[in-house]
Each structure stands twice: as C-alpha cells, then as structure tokens.
C-alpha cells in the first residue's frame, strides 16, 4: 500500500478547506419596516387632517408624541412638491418648543456583528433662526416599556428613562461653533426627556458645512449600528458627504425598539420627514461552516487509520 505522508495530506486538506471557508458566513438582511406615509395616517389611527391617501398599503409604524411641550402641527402631509415622494411627516414646534417624537417597532436585541441601519429622507422647510445642533434624531430602548400607543402630554415623564444613540444637526448656517454634524450616547436614564437629554460626546463629529440643513431641499440620512463584541462601532452619512465614525466602547446595551425624532426650542423648526426605513443585517452561517469542521475531523480519521494500515504486519 502506498503510503500518504502527512504533509501531502494537510496540503490537500487545506485546499479543501479553503473551497468551504468561502461559504463560511453570510449577511442575512432584513427590512424591519419601511414608512412613506402613504397611508395619511402617522399614527395609524385615522386619516390625518387635510391628508390624502395616495397608498393605502403604505402603513408603516404608529409615531407617537412624547414628552414635551405644546404647541406643534405633528401629522401626514402631502410633500411631493418637496421630498418628492408624495406624503411626509410633518414635525413644526411652532411655538419653538421642545418637541420629541418616537415611532416604536419590536425590539430588535443585537447579537456580535449584527447591524441596524437607519435611513431617511428629510428636509427643512423653514426656522426662525439658526440654531446649533437643534435637529435631533436616533435609535432608542423604551427602557421600562412604558411608553404606551397614545401621543404623551406636554407634562408627560414617561420617556425620560429611553436611551440611545442621538443625531444632531445644525438648523440652519449656524456658525456658534464648529459642528454641524455629530453622534452623542444618550444615556441619562432618569431626569431627562428622549432626544433632549444632555448626552455622552463619543467623538463622532463632522465640520463640513454641507452637513448642515441650511435649504429647503430633501436630503438623505443612514446612521448604521454595528455590534462589535462589547463595543459599538457607530456610522453617520448625509447625502453623498464623508461619513463620520467611531466607536463607543460603553454602549448603554443592545436592544433597540424606537426611533426618535424632535426639535429643539432654540427655534422654530418646520421639518419634514419621509421614506424611512430600518434594516436589520445578521451574521448566519452557511452551511459550509459546519462542513469545514466535518471535513476536518473526517480527514484527520481517514488519515490515521490508513497510517494504523501501514504499520499492520502482512
């Protein structure tokens, strides 16, 4: 019998290897939910006043009103001579008031190399003043699950423990600083409202004046989440600009149920938001993983028992 000497099996062994490590893991996506409010109908609970359905089938998720104060036109709108795609959500403190809102989805808990994207169009119709960072936007955890599937009074406190990731955008040329553009941990769970909380700097900024909403033209948003062992690795774009990104090596945890989206009250703001949608990407094995080990253990077994032959006597 001729004998298969150990290095001439391992180098064929590891080619094989090889062919099945090409299959060893994949991305599987997912969109969680898509809302273009062609239901006339932000809250899912009736026809917006002065809305039009333009597609019934365009449900989405229910946004809610959350903590903060009155005065505010929060509502399905038609838009298609702004963003372009027919309705929007409109969210005017006309009173340049605090005013946050979220839109809830099942919670959604990150595993290692898991990535949640967020992306949307929106745009500025108008501010009474240029105001630093004033638009605000992320991913959030209803903490206590208390938020509810009613819009919150202005004297509500039922937000104040939600935590996340909070965008901030200039309104406006504001020229009071360097940043138009950054990406803070809200972490504060008690004390203070969703979206308005003084939050955790992690270093995520841009200076590019392009980043600013300084028109009134629709621009597209992508913040993406991506699960990092214990760390959270964290990347922002608009429109076709440089992207900012950074690590938070203390995320306040994993699991995400809303998004957040509010004014602040340095201004009047008059925004509008569409096309939003959530994608959540997962890292599932493909069936050439568990092939690769199967291939291993069975090469090694066909290997040592034809080396036990060999050394049999005749």
Known sequence: ????????????????????S???????????????????????????????????LDIGIPWLLTDGTSAVNFRAIDDSAGIGTGNALQLNNTGANNRPSVGHFSPITMADGDQLILRFDARLVSTSANADRAIRWGLYHDTSGDDGTVDHGSTSSLSVDDTGYNVRVDAGADVSNGTSMDVTRDDSATG???????????????????DQLKDALKHHFELSLTRSGTSMLISLQEDGNAAISGTDASPVGFVFDEIALGVRSSAAMDMRFDNIQLEYNTLVPEPGTFGLFALGAGGLLIWRRRQAAETLPL
């Open 22 to 56: 090409l299959s060893f893991s994949s991305a599987s996506a997912g969109i969680i939910f898509t809302d273009g409010f062609g239901d006339g109908d932000r809250d899912n609970n009736g026809l917006d006043t002065g809305a039009v359905v333009t597609d019934p």
């Open 192 to 210: 203070t409202s969703i979206i308005q909380a003084t939050t955790t700097g992690l270093g995520i900024a841009s200076a590019n004046a392009a």
């Open 1 to 20: 019998m001729k004998s298969i000497r150990l290095p001439e099996f391992c180098s064929g062994f590891a080619a094989a290897v090889m062919l099945a």
